[in-house]
């Protein structure tokens, strides 16, 4: 059974930092693309950081101050977040990729909501 366990949001002040977490079990996570993806309140989510087995992308709006990372021995991926802005307040979901029985699947954590304000 494929488990996505986010945690590590909370409420931070402009031009904080943060650190979320997702634990994961269930499935082959070394070989899997693992992302980050994120919900403000009445906007769609949108994709912030994907990491596969040889490369890591990242949204432009976060270049350079989230950087997302993985430890396979541990089956964790992180995503750092630097510098932050209100703009950057939403839900924070991870999402597991990989391929079944039925194709390429994805799944999802229950998120872990962030807050940026004074």
């Known amino acids: 059974q494929v488990q996505l366990v986010e945690s590590g949001g909370g409420l931070v002040q402009p031009g904080g930092s943060l650190r979320l977490s997702c634990s994961a079990s269930g499935f082959i996570f070394s070989t899997s693309v693992m992302s980050w993806y994120r919900q403000a309140p009445e906007k769609e989510r949108e994709l912030v950081a994907l990491t596969t087995t040889g490369s890591v992308n990242a949204a432009d709006s976060v270049k350079g101050r989230f950087t997302i990372s993985r430890d396979n021995a541990k089956n964790m991926l992180y995503l750092q977040m630097n510098s932050l802005k209100p703009e950057d307040t939403g839900v924070y979901y991870c999402?597991?990729?990989?391929?079944?029985?039925?194709?390429?699947?994805?799944?999802w954590g229950q998120g872990t909501r962030v807050t940026v304000s004074s």
């Open positions: 999402k597991a990729t990989f391929r079944t029985t039925w194709g390429w699947t994805d799944y």
